[in-house]
C-alpha cells in the first residue's frame, strides 16, 4: 500500500481489504509488510504465514524470503526534537552551556561596571 506513509493507518485498511477480498496472497503479503513497518509482528506473522499459504507454490519461497526482510527491517529512527534557545538564554539540554548569542547581542555586563556617559 503506497501513499499513505502512515503504516499503523495502512494496517487498518489492508485489513479491510483482505476481508472482502480473503483469498488475495498479495494483499495478505501488503498486511504483513505494512504491519512489520508500524512494529505490529503479531499481524504481520499472521499475515505473512496466510499470504504465504496462499500463494501459488512456485512462488511460496520467494515470497516467504521477502517477508522475512521485512520483519527484520526497521524503519529508521527520527532525529531527536531539538528545541530553539530559551529567550532567557537558559539551555534546554544537558551540556550545561548556554546557546550561542546572536552577532549583535553584547554581553550583559553587571550595573557596577557600566560607567555613566558625560
Known sequence: MRGLNE????????QIAV??????A???AALAESAYKAKNT?????ASEKAISLAPAGQRKKLK????ASR???PARKAP?????????ISSGTS???????????TPRSPSVVRPTK
Request: glycine letters at 6%; a neutral charge; zero cysteines.
Open 26 to 28: 498479495a494483499l495478505y
Open 42 to 46: 503479531r499481524v504481520g506473522d499472521l
Open 19 to 24: 476481508v472482502a477480498r480473503p483469498t488475495d
Open 81 to 89: 526534537l531539538r528545541l530553539p534557545p530559551h529567550p532567557s538564554g
Open 7 to 14: 503504516p499503523a493507518k495502512e494496517v487498518e485498511v489492508l
Open 65 to 68: 524470503e521477502e517477508l522475512e
Open 72 to 74: 527484520r527491517i526497521r
Open 96 to 106: 550545561g552551556t548556554a546557546p550561542p548569542r546572536p552577532a549583535n547581542q553584547q
